[in-house]
């Protein structure tokens, strides 16, 4: 990904056919051995419907025993969470059949069923119960939702009309984004795609390719963006109705409170974030800079994504991933380690993956539940840095779920805070990164991996504040009716990058981001969680550095321990002091700004050695 030059004839030949080859030799599939979840579909489906009956029975178990109640809860959640990953694993290796996917459907309910019960169990409980003392967490949280009933026929009536309409709103936006119309580009000896084709057009050495293939990505989006607009305002007000009529006020601030926090944190959050907005702008302008520098007139942000001249990104095996990714965790101790390694090993078939999605789910995540491995799956391996990051991300969430198994977490307590686990994810493929930066000795190459590590931080502080930002000021505009066209979106999301350090000015077809912003329709409310996890995850990769022992206990002992407290205070574990946020901006923002020096500095030899 970075700053350009133009290119000798030869060199862009031997680049693309290093490329090739480095794919054939990177693509590779591999099927998870998921046995250790259920020895067969049938076997799952036939100890789903047991599951079932013990279910309904501890529901209709009122009167007895609440520890007795509760550690029964206890056991049927952890067969519940293998369920639940077996069936997820299911339903993406063939999005096409929708039966994996109405029977994980199934099991979500009955996990959060489970739930219930369990939580009933600590409201009846004695307060000087010794077993509950571990529990007290989820006790406070089962009391406070017992001392304020809601009115459960009012939230089941509104969640029976809004759930299905938000899932048809999700439905229909992936229909729509299918019929895009993203331009065809013949060039190279090969007609290329504008939109599937969009990574790879991006680091094409031909300039004028470059070009289209940004311009065409962004018609293609455009193409659509009149029924997308619909789509997206009808989902915002069913998304905020349903939350002002079950009395949790705007779907914004029910999103926030779920988070452990308050639109006057977050708001605070985003102006510090905004303060900072001169550095963005900065580090573009040094990357267009650098383009100039390296012989390209005029250079534009379709400038921006290729390694320097004459340097060409392996693409990794899959045993080079593996050992790059361990070796970059090395300061969390042999154990973590090896486990790392364990999960990544192709041998151990732990690893769904393929090299062609064909009717696979066009995504990736981790497979954990109590007393068996954790999985992986990826819809599809590019081999490329980008595909590898994500691959290490979801590493990262899956080594979270193994070590939670070696705390003794309980399952009920293993699902928490979605910030928070991304934090530990996104910490992960930043170490990733980074070692690949330190690990390179051609200066072009150690510019490229930093250039990633600094994209990633830009990514996790200046975009995921962007995106919180424009989600809080679409619903807040929907709800004044303040918003109701397609060019309404355009203005304000135009306006929100501005305040980011983006240049919509300049590049006006940015001002169509809202279109590709998937969480908004799929998961309205989530992309926040960015915001905060990446903040914390870039104070993790740098106290890593700083206080290396003492920062390996803190975080596996938080990283085994569950959900069992508040987020802010397994922040405040993690960091050594009680999270002010705006503060940790102005800390993050400053080793972006180290970073962004060291990246200056070897552009500097990197020029000086062309013009030699």
Known sequence: MQARRTHLTLTAIATLLAMATAGTVAAQSLHADDRAYFASAAAEQTARAALGEQVAALQDATASDPATRFR????????????????????????????????????MGMCSRIARAARAALRDAPADAAWVAPYGFLRARALQEGAAPANAALDDAVDALADPALDTFARLRRQIMHSAQYPQLQGDGR????????????????????????????????????????????????????????GDGSATARGYRRMDLDAATVDATLAAIERHA????????????????????????????????????PLLTLPQLRDTAADAMQHLGPEYVAELRALLDPANQRMDLAATLGNRSQDAFPVSAPGVPSLLFA??????LESDVEIVHEAGHAMHGQWMQRGHASPL???????????????????????LYQQAQDPRAKAYYLKSLLDDMVLQLFTASEEAQLEQSIYQAVASNALGTADDLDALTGKVLARYGQQPERYPQLRSTWIGKRLMYDDPQYLVNYLYAGLLAVQLFVQDQQDPDGFRQRYLAVLGEGFDRAPQQQVAQLLGHAPDWPALVDADLQVFAQNVAQL????????????A
């Open 72 to 107: 029964r809860a206890e056991a049927l959640q952890a067969r519940c969470l293998r369920h639940h990953g077996y069936l997820h694993l299911q339903a993406a290796r063939n999005a096409r059949d929708r039966r994996p996917a109405q029977a994980l459907d199934q099991v």
């Open 413 to 435: 307590q293993q699902n928490g805070s979605q910030w928070l686990t991304e934090a530990f994810a996104i910490y992960n493929e930043l170490r990733f990164r980074d070692q």
């Open 600 to 611: 200056q500095a070897l552009y500097a030899r990197i020029e000086a050695e062309q013009g």
């Open 191 to 246: 007609l290329w795609d504008t939109g599937t084709d969009r990574q790879s057009l991006a680091q094409h050495p031909d300039r004028a390719l470059r070009e289209a293939g940004w311009k065409g990505y962004w018609q293609g989006l455009q193409s659509r963006r009149e029924p997308m607009a619909s789509v997206l305002l009808g989902l915002v007000q069913v998304n905020d109705a349903a939350a002002r009529l079950q």
């Open 278 to 313: 001169a550095q963005r702008r900065a580090y573009q302008d040094m990357l267009l800079q650098h383009a100039a520098h390296s012989g390209l007139a005029s250079p534009q942000v379709w400038d921006t994504t290729l390694p320097d001249a004459g340097y060409t990104p």
């Open 379 to 384: 819809g599809r391996r590019s081999g490329d």
